[in-house]
């Protein structure tokens, strides 16, 4: 049996250009992982058969599961006989903005590399990982990178300075094709990117605290209040910058103080059931 970690990300800045002639949208986006990881099993099935097992009730588990698909396209494109059970250990919420799901479809392109011997660079499982969803190729790199197009092309970047972030999640679930519908694009206040990556560069925490921002934050907020007090809760509690990841709903806050961690984790604990205090890792793939 074989290990992977499917670590969550989220976006420091994310940014819509406009939208494609295939109905995607063309994005400019800095993801970075954290230390909050779903675990993958991977055991080799001699009946040529995928099988996926899932710790979380509300996961599919059958082809509609993001890994399950990451196995089918790889046994089908390099002819394998053999088939694999998958066992996910969800840790990471679902239906985030986290990337839970393309983060357990690139764990199981790396960890199926392996298994089945293909010898495939991180590269190329990150080209295969696309045809899954627009995330699944950061997630096969991992670390803190740039994306762009509809989020496949990647950058590397180094990683953001060390801090606490604070992670929460109302109980809502947000469809990340609904909040992109709803997108209104003119209308949208870009956020600095050149910015964000000088921050990065120079290792420049408050600057990467002012130059967050997401186009999408408004969107998910104006359909969901819950996320509007949910940021300023964050913010009253002492985060010093807060915002929303990916299409939502969590929200997440940098923090530097170590003990104002635990008034703000404690704080949002009350009226909030998923709440993590993570780290940015700045942890990336790479195959030998
Ligand atoms: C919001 C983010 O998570 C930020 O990292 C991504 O942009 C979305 O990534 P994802 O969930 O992997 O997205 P996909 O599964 O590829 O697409 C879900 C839906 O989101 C919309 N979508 C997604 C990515 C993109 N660049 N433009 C889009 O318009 C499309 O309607 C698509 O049908
Ligand atoms: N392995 C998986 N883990 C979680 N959800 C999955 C998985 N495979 C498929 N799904 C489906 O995908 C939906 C979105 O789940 P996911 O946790 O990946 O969302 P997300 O964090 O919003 O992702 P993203 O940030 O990439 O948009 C779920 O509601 C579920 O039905």
Same mark, same amino acid.
């Given at each position: 049996m074989l290990y992977e970690k499917a670590p969550a990300k989220i976006n420091l800045t994310l940014d819509v250009l406009h939208k494609r002639d295939d109905g995607f949208h063309e994005v400019e986006m800095i993801m970075t992982t954290v230390d909050l990881a779903d675990q993958v099993w991977l055991r080799p099935a001699h009946d040529g058969l995928i099988t996926i097992k899932v710790s979380e009730?509300?996961?599919?588990?059958?082809?509609?599961?993001?890994?399950?698909q990451a196995a089918d396209?790889?046994?089908?494109?390099?002819k394998i006989r053999e088939g694999v059970e998958i066992t996910l250990?969800?840790?990471? @919420?679902?239906? %985030?903005g986290l990337a839970g799901g393309s983060s357990d479809a690139a764990a199981t392109l790396r960890g199926l590399n392996r298994l089945w011997n293909?010898?495939?660079s991180v590269d190329e499982l990150a080209d295969i990982g696309a045809k899954i969803g627009s995330d699944v190729s950061f997630c096969v790199h991992g670390g803190t990178a740039l994306a762009k197009g509809r989020g496949e092309k990647i950058q590397h970047l180094p990683a953001p300075p060390n801090c606490w972030v604070i992670l929460a999640k109302p109980a809502i679930s947000v469809s990340t094709a609904d909040i992109y519908k709803n997108l209104d694009l003119s209308s949208i206040k870009h @956020?600095?990117? %050149?910015?964000m990556l000088d921050a990065l560069n120079s290792g420049d925490y408050n600057k990467m605290c002012s130059t967050l921002g997401n186009v999408l934050e408004p969107v998910t907020m104006n359909l969901h209040p819950q996320v509007v007090i949910l940021k300023k809760k964050m913010e009253q509690f002492g985060a010093d910058a807060v915002l929303m990841s990916g299409s939502g709903p969590t929200v997440f806050g940098f923090v530097r103080q170590e003990a104002r961690v635990s008034r703000i984790y404690n704080g949002l604990k009350g009226f909030c059931k998923e709440v993590h205090a993570v780290r940015m890792t700045g942890e990336r793939f790479i195959l030998d």
């Open positions: 009730q509300f996961v599919p588990n059958d082809r509609k599961n993001l890994a399950y396209l790889l046994r089908r494109q390099f250990n969800k840790k990471i @919420p679902v239906a %985030a293909l010898r495939l @956020p600095d990117t %050149a910015g």
